[in-house]
C-alpha cells in the first residue's frame, strides 16, 4: 500500500512517498522518497503577516510539481497535503488554500497547533519506547515547537507553542512564549522513577545528529548539542555553508533550533534525547493508512 504526504511549512515544503506492509500482523512503514522545496513561507508571514506574490507563485508551481508526482505514482491509495505555522498565521492563507484547489486539485488542510501535535504523535513512537521511562517528545519548526508528554507508553499531555525557528530569526521577543513553555513543562512533565528522557524530530535535530555522528539507535547527550551549539557559533554564515557543508537555508535557522532544543531539555531536566528521525509527514502517512484501514473494517450495529 502506497500513501504520499505533503507538508506545507514555515521552513520549507516536504512531498513523501511511502510504503506500508502487512506481513504476519507486522506493520511496517517504509519510505520510497522525500522530496523538499527549500520555500521560507515564514520570513514573509512573521514579517508582513502574508505570503508575498513572489513566494504564493513558488507555493503553486511547488502543488502543481507534486501534483504531477503524485499522478505518475499512479498506485498511490490516498494523499493529504496539511499547512502548519505560516499558512495559519498568513493574512491571506484561505485565499491561497482556495486557488491552489482550484488550479491543482490539492485540497490544503490549514492545521491548528493542536493539530500539529496530533499529526507529530500519529507516528506512534510510543509503541517502540521503554514502557518504564518516561519521555518528551520535541518537535521543532519554523513556525512552532510540539511538546508532547509520553508515559506508560501512553500520550498524557501535548501542546503547540508559537516558537520556532523562523520566528527567532524574525524577533528577539520571545521570552513570553518560553516562559510559557518552562511552566507547561513544570505543570505536565515529570520523570518517574525510572528517569526522563526526549524524543527529537524535525530537519535540524537530525542534522544536528549528523554532524555530532550519532546513528539513530544512539541518543544525543545535551553537553554533545552544547558543544555542537558552541561550535555553529563560533562559524559566521557563509563559512558555515563553506566548511561545515551545509545548505543555505540551514545554515541560519539550526542556531535557533539548537537554543529551542537545549532551553527544553534544560527546563525538563533532560540529559539524553533520540533522534528517529520522523516528522509532520510521516504522522500524516500514519493517519491516512489507520483511515484506510477503518474503511475496509466492517461495522455491525
Not at 500519529?122 to 521511562?133: G, Q
Request: proline residues 2%; neutral net charge; glycine residues 6%.
Amino acid at each position: 500500500m502506497k500513501f504520499a504526504a505533503i507538508d506545507i511549512g514555515s521552513n520549507a515544503i516536504r512531498l513523501l512517498f511511502c510504503n506500508v506492509f502487512e506481513v504476519n500482523n507486522i506493520i511496517t512503514f517504509k519510505k520510497i522518497s522525500l522530496i523538499r522545496v527549500p520555500l521560507r513561507l515564514g520570513t514573509d508571514v512573521f514579517n508582513t503577516g502574508e505570503i508575498s506574490s513572489k513566494n504564493s507563485k513558488r507555493l503553486l508551481k511547488t502543488m502543481f510539481a507534486f501534483k504531477n508526482l503524485i499522478d505518475v505514482h499512479d498506485d498511490v491509495i490516498s494523499y493529504r497535503a496539511c499547512a502548519t505555522s505560516a499558512m495559519r498565521d498568513a493574512k491571506n492563507g484561505a485565499e491561497l488554500v482556495a486557488q491552489i484547489k482550484e488550479l491543482t486539485d490539492i485540497q490544503i488542510e490549514i492545521v491548528t497547533g493542536d493539530k500539529e501535535a496530533d499529526i507529530i504523535s500519529a507516528n506512534h513512537i510510543e509503541d517502540h519506547l521503554d514502557a518504564t521511562k518516561n519521555y518528551l517528545y520535541i518537535d521543532v519548526g519554523g513556525g512552532s515547537t510540539e511538546l508532547t508528554f509520553i508515559e506508560n507508553k501512553k500520550v498524557v499531555a501535548s501542546h503547540s507553542f508559537n516558537v520556532g525557528t523562523i520566528r527567532l530569526l524574525q524577533s528577539n521577543g520571545l521570552t513570553p512564549v518560553y516562559e510559557e513553555m518552562k511552566l507547561w513543562i513544570k505543570k505536565n512533565v515529570h520523570p518517574g522513577e525510572d528517569g526522563l528522557q526526549a524524543i527529537g524530530s524535525g530537519g535540524n535535530i537530525n542534522k544536528i545528529a549528523s554532524m555530532i555522528a550519532k546513528k539513530e539507535s544512539k541518543p544525543l547527550h545535551l553537553d554533545d548539542i552544547l558543544s555542537n551549539y558552541n561550535l555553529l557559533i563560533s562559524y559566521t554564515f557563509e563559512e558555515r555553508v563553506r566548511l561545515l557543508g551545509l545548505n543555505e537555508d540551514r545554515a541560519d535557522v539550526i542556531l535557533p533550533a539548537s537554543e529551542i532544543f537545549i532551553n527544553v531539555m534544560h527546563y525538563a531536566h533532560i540529559k539524553k534525547i533520540i533522534v528517529p528521525k520522523i516528522g509532520v509527514v510521516d504522522g500524516i502517512v500514519h493517519m491516512l493508512y489507520e483511515e484506510y484501514k477503518a474503511k475496509l473494517t466492517p461495522t455491525f450495529n
